[in-house]
């Protein structure tokens, strides 16, 4: 359970890279900090949302009653533990290099002349 729980997760931070390939506005969005955490939060939602309300039922499992806690405290949930880590790490591989840091010099490289 837990390995298909990550295979999942895996799933959804493909999504979201392929997503952030495709889409500009998704990238200048993700630039910054601010951006990256709200786009995560809204993903996370997102992605309970789908879950619970295409994947589940697919595979014959019962969706969570909008009633019930549980589907208030995933939807909480989600926008922290799934959306906002997948946003923020893939957001910041996303970026540009700083123009105006020097180049990294290789060790070997630093003592020779």
Not at 7 to 13: K, M, N, P
Not at 77 to 90: E, K, M, Q, R, S
């Amino acid at each position: 359970g837990l390995v298909l729980h990550f295979v999942v997760a895996l799933g959804w931070t493909v999504m979201f890279w392929v997503l952030l390939q495709r889409w500009t506005h998704l990238r200048a969005w993700t630039a910054s900090t601010r951006g990256a955490v709200l786009a995560g939060l809204v993903y996370g939602a997102v992605v309970w949302l789908l879950m619970d309300g295409v994947v589940l039922p697919l595979s014959h499992a019962r969706a969570t009653p909008v009633t019930a806690a549980w589907f208030w405290i995933q939807l909480a949930t989600h926008p922290f533990v799934v959306g906002l880590p997948i946003a923020v790490i893939l957001g910041r591989a996303g970026r540009p290099a700083r123009v105006d840091a020097p180049a990294p010099v290789p060790r070997a490289a630093a003592g020779t002349r």
